[in-house]
Nanobody, 116 residues
Framework: QMQLAESGGGVVQPGGSLRLSCTGS????????IKWDRQAPGKQRELVAH???????NYADSVKGRFTISRDNAKNMAYLEMNSLKPEDTAVYYC??????????WGQGTQVTVSS
């Protein structure tokens, strides 16, 4: 089991930027599929971005061209760079580190609020 901690959330004006970080404990971070999900009030959780162990990325249509997912296996860290933020990006953002048969791990979430 891997402990995860997200950070970097906050309040930002529309058009602003934030960088979320996810730190994982333990080993095997380099074999993980990593995702960032989000959940807005009254809505279902949705996948925002995904990066495989081979650094292949994909994004939800709503964030393509604005968000970038990355990882640094040497530091056991993953990132979500968010630019041109919109009010509809307001949500709790969760980091998911999927180790396959070795376990699926979630962080506690970090709040992102986009408001003027």
């Amino acid at each position: 089991q891997m402990q995860l901690a997200e950070s970097g959330g906050g309040v930002v004006q529309p058009g602003g930027s934030l960088r979320l970080s996810c730190t994982g404990s333990g080993s095997m971070f380099d074999i993980a599929d990593i995702k960032w999900d989000r959940q807005a009030p009254g809505k279902q959780r949705e996948l925002v971005a995904h990066i495989t162990r081979h650094y292949v990325t994909n994004y939800a249509d709503s964030v393509k061209g604005r968000f970038t997912i990355s990882r640094d296996n040497a530091k056991n860290m993953a990132y979500l760079e968010m630019n041109s933020l919109k009010p509809e990006d307001t949500a709790v953002y969760y980091c998911n580190v999927d180790l396959g048969i070795f376990g699926d791990n979630w962080g506690q979430g970090t709040q992102v609020t986009v408001s003027s």
